[in-house]
């Protein structure tokens, strides 16, 4: 779900949408029975739940959603796996994702999240669709990261690479988000790493420099998202400053 659709949904601050995203999901989670409905948007709904945590910056609460997300990603995917093969591969890889900030010790688990999410989006792998890149992008540089901490770097660098070229197929829309943006730059600042491991001092630099000015953009565009709701803001006090007077002159004719 795109940023925009996620401030109209639950809420234009963070704290806002983590109040709303944190209700939806505990009024879903306590309900007795849930339908197949309800469970897939129990899945949804804390997959954005986890996303949210993860931006305003509470990571062991992300985690711990994510693991709840996760389990209920699985019970669709034992009953329908055909269905909902895609549903639990996102569930693994973001879960994945965020384990990548608790590495080394997150090693062993990212390894496992990925093999299987890697078999659930075996057909998407190679010539990777637009609507999968996102997914398959996360799932390979999670893996790459957890094998570059592992020392092995040919492999760490195969992986990286070819998250790389999975987020290159992405939407333009979805490859210019802040967090994409800030996501691509580690993976390129990972490559850098690869390189300087190899000893290949030029390249590791030029990598470095790359990473650098995909974070900058990222900033960039965060930036100009906060700038363009304070404008948006602006103009809604100045149109109900209007309507207030307006609405005062009528009664005072």
């Known amino acids: 779900m795109r940023w925009t659709t996620l401030a109209r949904m639950y809420g234009r601050t963070s704290p806002e949408r983590l109040a709303r995203l944190a209700e939806a999901a505990a009024d879903l989670r306590d309900k007795p029975a849930r339908s197949r409905t309800e469970e897939v948007r129990y899945v949804a709904t804390t997959q954005l739940q986890m996303r949210e945590l993860r931006s305003a910056g509470r990571h062991a609460e992300a985690l711990s959603v994510g693991a709840e997300s996760l389990a209920a990603a699985r019970a669709l995917h034992d009953r329908q796996p055909r269905r909902y093969g ?28 990925t093999d299987e999410a890697f078999d659930l ?20 540089g999670a893996r790459g990261h957890a094998e570059l901490e592992a020392g092995d770097v040919d492999a760490a660098e195969q992986l990286l690479w070819r998250a790389f070229d999975a987020a290159r197929r992405m939407r333009r829309r979805d490859r210019t988000t802040p967090r994409q943006l800030a996501w691509l730059a580690g993976v390129v600042g990972a490559l850098a790493r690869c390189s300087e491991a190899k000893g290949d001092i030029a390249e ?37 400053g209007g309507a207030v007077r307006a609405s005062d002159a009528d009664d005072e004719g």
Do not use: H, N
């Not at 994945?96 to 496992?112: K, M, Q």
């Not at 075996?122 to 390979?140: E, F, I, N, S």
């Open 204 to 240: 590791a630099e030029r990598l470095a420099g790359k990473s650098w000015e995909l974070a900058d953009a990222g900033k960039a565009v965060r930036l100009a998202g906060k700038e363009m709701w304070a404008a948006v803001s602006e103009v809604g006090d100045v149109f109900r």
């Open 121 to 140: 989006l075996r057909p998407w792998l190679t010539d990777t669709p637009a609507k999968r890149a996102p997914l398959v992008a996360t799932a390979y």
């Open 86 to 113: 895609g549903l639990l591969a996102q569930c693994l890889a973001c879960q994945a994702d965020t384990l990548v900030a608790d590495i080394p010790d997150s090693v062993g688990e990212i390894r496992v999240l």
